[in-house]
């Protein structure tokens, strides 16, 4: 069965303050890597998809990287905006294009 | 504007009324998911759709039925909820099966009593 388990649940940061929040996974062939953010009272918003270990992506200040167990999601001098909750999910291979959700970083960056 | 689209956003209802939640994208997408989200157990797959008149269970299906007779709509229908069905609800599509990049309404939160 696939899993998917993200740390640490809730992260809170001052501004300028990087950090990184982490996803471990098991999944038997895996398609393909993603991360989402959730705005309160809104539905996740898709940041990236990462396909295989070594893969990196980057969009203004977060940056994903992929290895065979894990992936990480780098914050780099987080602003305020940048508070929400973070998602990450996985896709296996011949499993419907199901994604398999972890159940998120909740991250708040103060002043 | 490419989007996905459900309605109602919030509905209270009571055991054993049937209700329908509708889902409409845009974006001529072949993939169409349904997916529920409860404190502490994360998006779970509820029912998907590959493509029109494709339809298959996800991993909670139970208390579920879905349709997808045109390409665009892909809704969820409830027959007789029950109190453990409260929960807040997301429709998605993406282009195509596979690894991309699904696009998420904005949810429905649903209260059964």
């Known amino acids: 069965e696939d899993q998917v388990t993200q740390s640490p649940e809730a992260l809170r940061l001052q501004e300028g303050e990087s950090s990184s929040l982490n996803c471990s996974y098991t999944?038997?062939?895996?398609?393909?890597l993603f991360w989402y953010r959730q705005d309160p009272g809104k539905g996740p918003e898709f940041l990236f998809t990462l396909y295989s270990a070594g893969e990196e992506k980057e969009k203004e200040r977060l940056k994903a990287t992929l290895t065979k167990k894990e992936s990480f999601l780098h914050i780099t001098a987080p602003k305020p905006e940048d508070s929400a909750t973070y998602l990450c999910a996985v896709q296996a291979a011949g499993g419907g294009n199901k994604l398999t959700f972890g159940t998120g970083t909740q991250l708040k960056v103060e002043l | 504007e490419a989007q996905v689209t459900q309605n109602p956003r919030y509905l209270i209802t009571v055991t054993g009324k049937k209700l329908t939640v509708t889902c409409s994208q845009n974006?001529?997408?072949?993939?169409m998911s349904w997916y529920r989200q409860d404190p502490g157990l994360g998006l779970r797959q509820i029912y998907y759709s590959m493509n029109v008149e494709v339809t298959d269970k996800g991993d909670v299906p139970e208390g579920y039925k879905v349709s997808r007779k045109e390409k665009r709509n892909f809704p969820l229908i409830l027959e007789s909820p029950s109190p453990n069905q409260t929960s807040l609800y997301f429709c998605?599509?993406?282009?195509?099966?596979?690894?991309?990049?699904?696009?998420f309404g904005p949810g429905t939160r649903l209260t059964v009593t």
């Open positions: 999944v038997s062939g895996l398609r393909g």
């Open positions: 998605a599509s993406s282009l195509y099966s596979g690894p991309y990049e699904q696009y």
């Open positions: 974006m001529n997408h072949e993939y």
